[in-house]
């Protein structure tokens, strides 16, 4: 009876250097014929297989010599090793997106957004709410406060002192279509001698480095609104009116 000893990995890698000899030794030989070499070829690669453990993307893959080569060289390809610096490579899209969120949003100008006045509840009126509405078609940032002037001219007009508790934490980009609001103190309660009925203002907005040029015409809600100038302030412009901080 014929035993079968498994020898270990190290021989078995030995036995194809000293046929790999053999073959360079006998020269033509080896490779006058190409099935002969093939079986020798085939060998090797399924010992280098076994001596590497048989794990996945380290197995090797060989090939004989061709037509009428003369050096029995066998070549042998690792495969794995392409995907895996594949895999590695970034793609396109996500290195174009960060520029586009990096882009800087416009301040909204007079001519981008419309805006309206509107008495808060209670009687009687002491503010009044300014709605800012994006009609521009596209996106653009609200800077700090409205710019009012009560006055028969803008240019003449006492300036309304912004609230300072009043501002937003973060800037207020309007997308096209949407509103920001803005609190306005217009007296301390009734009409007196203090105050003036005013049917329309003038409203400006910021610019980046100041005022923008221009303004734009309010219409008072219906019955105009007694203003008393003394005491006047708006607040800043945003997202939707706070508890707290839009109460002045």
Wanted: net charge positive.
């Amino acid at each position: 009876m014929r035993t079968s000893i498994r020898r270990p990995a190290v021989l078995a890698a030995t036995a194809v250097a000293a046929l790999g000899l053999t073959l360079t030794a006998c020269g033509g030989e080896g490779t006058k014929d190409n099935g002969a070499a093939t079986p020798a070829a085939t060998v090797a690669a399924t010992v280098a297989a076994s001596a590497d453990g048989g794990t996945s993307g380290s197995a090797t893959a060989a090939s004989g010599a061709s037509g009428s080569g003369a050096s029995g060289v066998v070549t042998t390809t690792r495969i794995g090793v392409k995907k895996k610096a594949l895999a590695k490579t970034p793609s396109k899209s996500s290195s174009n997106a960060a520029p586009k969120a990096r882009a800087k949003t416009p301040a909204c100008t007079v001519g981008d957004v419309k805006v309206s006045a509107a008495k808060q509840p209670g009687v009687p009126t002491t503010h009044i709410t300014l709605t800012a509405t994006n009609v521009s078609g596209r996106s653009c940032t609200l800077l700090q406060y409205p710019l009012l002037a009560f006055g028969e001219l803008p240019q003449t007009s006492k300036d309304v002192p912004p609230v300072a508790k009043s501002r937003p934490g973060t800037p207020i980009v309007l997308n096209a279509g949407t509103p920001a609001y803005a609190a306005v103190r217009i007296n301390n309660g009734g009409v007196d001698e203090k105050t003036h009925t005013v049917r329309s203002f003038y409203v400006n907005l910021f610019a980046a480095d100041g005022p923008a040029e221009g303004s734009e015409t309010v219409i008072a809600p219906k019955g105009g609104i007694a203003v008393d100038d003394a005491v006047a302030k708006t607040g800043y412009w945003t997202y939707e009116l706070r508890n707290g901080a839009d109460e002045f």
